[in-house]
C-alpha cells in the first residue's frame, strides 16, 4: 500500500470538479515514478498540479483518480493517506475508505506549459484581483496586458494591468469601470 503526503496547504479540492457528468475530474489523480510524483485537479477549467510525496509505490499507483472527499480527508491534521485499490484515510482510531474513481483523466502533460520557456511572467496576488472584482461589481476580471520594454539596464516591463468586468455578472457601470495594477520590479 502506498503511502501519500500531500502539502497541507494545498487545498486541491478547491479546484476539483463537483459536477457529476464528468465523474472522473471530481478528484485528483496521482502520478509519477520514483521521487517524482505529483497530485493533478481540475474543474474543467483551470487545472493545479502540486509535488506530493509517494512511500512504498508496491501497487503501481500513477494514475489512480481520488475522489475528493478523500483529498479533504487526507488533508486534516494527523490523518495519513494510503492508495492501493481505494483510498484509505487514517486518522487516529478512525479510518475511513474511499473508492478510487474510474474514469478518463484529462491529459495534464499536454497542458501545462514547459517550465522557463522565455514567457513574460506576472505574479499577482489573487486577493487583490477578488477585492477589484467586488469594487467594480463584478464575479470576474479580465487582465489586459501590455508589455513594454522597461528603460536602463533591468529592461523590465513598464505598464501598468488593465482590470475590466469579466463574465456573466460584469459590472452595472460597465464599460466604464476599469482598474489597473501598477508595475512593480520584481528581484
Not at 489523480?29 to 497530485?39: E, F, K, Q
Not at 472527499?69 to 487516529?92: E, P
Not at 483523466?105 to 499577482?124: C, L, M, T, W
Request: aromatic share 4%.
Amino acid at each position: 500500500m502506498a503511502i501519500v503526503t500531500i502539502n497541507p496547504k494545498c487545498k486541491l479540492n478547491k479546484v476539483a470538479s463537483k459536477e457529476t457528468t464528468r465523474y472522473a475530474i471530481a478528484g485528483t489523480r496521482i502520478s509519477g515514478a520514483d521521487d517524482c510524483w505529483y497530485a493533478d485537479t481540475t474543474d474543467g477549467r483551470c487545472a493545479v498540479r502540486v509535488p506530493v510525496q509517494v512511500v512504498n509505490d508496491s501497487h503501481n499507483i500513477t494514475g489512480s483518480i481520488l475522489p475528493t472527499q478523500a483529498i479533504i480527508d487526507a488533508l486534516k491534521k494527523g490523518a495519513t493517506l494510503s492508495v492501493n485499490d481505494k483510498a484509505v484515510v487514517t486518522r487516529g482510531s478512525q479510518t475511513v475508505s474511499h473508492d478510487l474513481l474510474v474514469g478518463t483523466f484529462p491529459n495534464a502533460d499536454e497542458v501545462y506549459p514547459k517550465a522557463d520557456s522565455g514567457r513574460h511572467q506576472v505574479a499577482i496576488n489573487p486577493q487583490l484581483l477578488a477585492n477589484m472584482a467586488n469594487a467594480m461589481g463584478c464575479e470576474a476580471v479580465l487582465l489586459q496586458i501590455d508589455f513594454v520594454a522597461g528603460k536602463g539596464p533591468d529592461n523590465h516591463c513598464s505598464a501598468a494591468i488593465r482590470v475590466v468586468p469579466h463574465g456573466p455578472a460584469k459590472s452595472i457601470s460597465e464599460p466604464l469601470a476599469c482598474g489597473v495594477i501598477m508595475p512593480i520590479k520584481i528581484n
